[in-house]
């Protein structure tokens, strides 16, 4: 930050002319002719006054940046979610209502469920980023979605100007997907109110969880059990942030209707594919980036993750433009063999 103009103590600092390097896990070097760090939602009003924001010609709103590619300087405003706090808001002898505020750490959320003899996150262990974020693309890993949990969603609502509270059904949650990722740009969660449950049945069926288990001798797993199995399993198979720059998985799995899963079944019978129960189909995104040949490939500065097909990374000094010609490649490439049109995950700036 160059610039302040405002105390912490106020709610948020504001800095003009800022490095984005720092704040993003693909850790592009980029910069944002505003950024707003937010500590406090109370704030938000008086925040939005401030005329380096009141006169930003566009806003962006950042979590963690770990689901975002900026692939030029940003000419707006960048306000940073990061205020604090874990309350709990309802307690049964089944389950726990908990209000958690947008800036705090997802992982960080899930350990402390953990410790608490919570039940319900530990397969989403070890996503990075924030809880605000969460609900975004209704996070989901191993089996499990953040949006069988949600209860409320608190948002500053832009169009209204208002705060407002949105009930799960409200939030529009889908694969990867909710009514914040349709309407960008129109709310800033400010906080999310989460039901656990004590006891739940164990999620152990998706990719290796049994196996792990299995090598850690565990026979009679406990939740916490299974988040340290789905710890060994991410640690293996993703690259980490802090030391590659990458955001994850960079495109969704397609899903296709029954006629045309048919019809490509037809056409390529490896490829792999989960039927849902209504007939529509889950490809494997990795499967088809694989088989066009790019795992593990390198690209100048850029490249895809040796340990997994889906994960793009920057090895040192890359621009976010050279990641996404790298990702247009790889689409090109997919749509040309499989003729399915990938789409990217993370937000693209
Ligand atoms: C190594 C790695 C592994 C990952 N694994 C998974 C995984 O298993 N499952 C999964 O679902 N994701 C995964 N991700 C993606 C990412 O961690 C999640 O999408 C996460 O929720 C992003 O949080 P963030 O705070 O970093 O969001 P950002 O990257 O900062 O923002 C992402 C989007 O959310 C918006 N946003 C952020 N905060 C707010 C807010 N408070 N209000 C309104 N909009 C907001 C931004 O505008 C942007 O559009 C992974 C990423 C990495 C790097």
Redesign the pocket.
């Known amino acids: 930050m160059t610039a302040s103009s405002a105390a912490p103590r106020a709610g948020y600092e504001i800095a003009a002319q800022a490095d984005l390097g720092p704040l993003n ?1 693909f850790r592009v070097p980029v910069r944002t002719a505003c950024l707003a760090t937010l500590h406090d939602a109370q704030a938000l009003a008086a925040l939005f006054a401030e005329p380096l924001l009141a006169e930003a010609s566009k806003l ?9 590619l900026f692939t030029r300087d940003f000419d707006g405003a960048v306000l940073r ?1 990061a205020s604090r706090g874990i309350e709990v808001i309802e307690e049964t002898a089944a389950a726990v209502g908990l209000r958690v505020a ?1 800036g705090e750490n ?1 992982d960080g959320l899930v350990r402390w469920t953990l410790r608490r003899g919570l039940a319900g996150l530990e397969n989403l262990i070890l ?4 809880v ?3 609900p ?2 209704n ?3 191993y089996g499990v979605e953040l949006d069988e949990f949600v209860t409320r969603v608190e948002a500053w609502d832009f169009a209204r100007r208002a705060m407002v509270r949105l009930e799960a059904k409200a939030c529009g949650f889908g694969y ?1 997907d909710s009514r ?1 990722k349709r309407e ?1 740009g129109r ?3 400010a906080a999310v109110e989460l039901e656990l449950p004590r006891e739940r049945e164990l999620r152990l069926d998706y990719a290796g969880v049994r196996d792990e288990l299995a090598a850690m001798a565990v026979g009679k797993p406990a939740h916490a059990d299974v988040a340290r199995a789905v710890e060994r399993l991410r640690r293996r198979k ?1 690259p980490d ?1 802090a030391e590659i720059g ?4 960079f495109f969704k799995n397609p899903i296709l209707g029954a006629a045309e899963a048919t019809a490509l079944q037809s056409e390529h019978p490896d490829l792999r594919m989960y039927r849902f129960p209504d007939g529509r189909t889950k490809l494997s995104a990795a499967a088809m980036i694989e088989a066009c040949g790019f795992k593990g490939r390198r690209d100048g500065r850029v490249g895809v993750s040796h340990r997994h097909a889906l994960v793009l990374v920057n090895h040192g000094g890359a621009s976010g433009a050279e990641v996404w010609v790298l990702a247009e490649r790889i689409r090109a490439a997919v749509q040309s063999r499989f003729g399915i049109m990938l789409e990217p995950e993370p ?1 693209i700036l």
Not at 60 to 68: E, H, I, K, Q, Y
Not at 127 to 130: A, D, F, M, N, S
């Open positions: 896990t962006f709103v950042l979590g963690g940046g770990s689901n975002v979610v947008a997802w996503i990075p980023g924030t605000g974020a969460a975004i693309q996070i989901g890993a990867r914040f960008a709310y800033l969660v993703l942030p990458n955001a994850g998985s937000r």
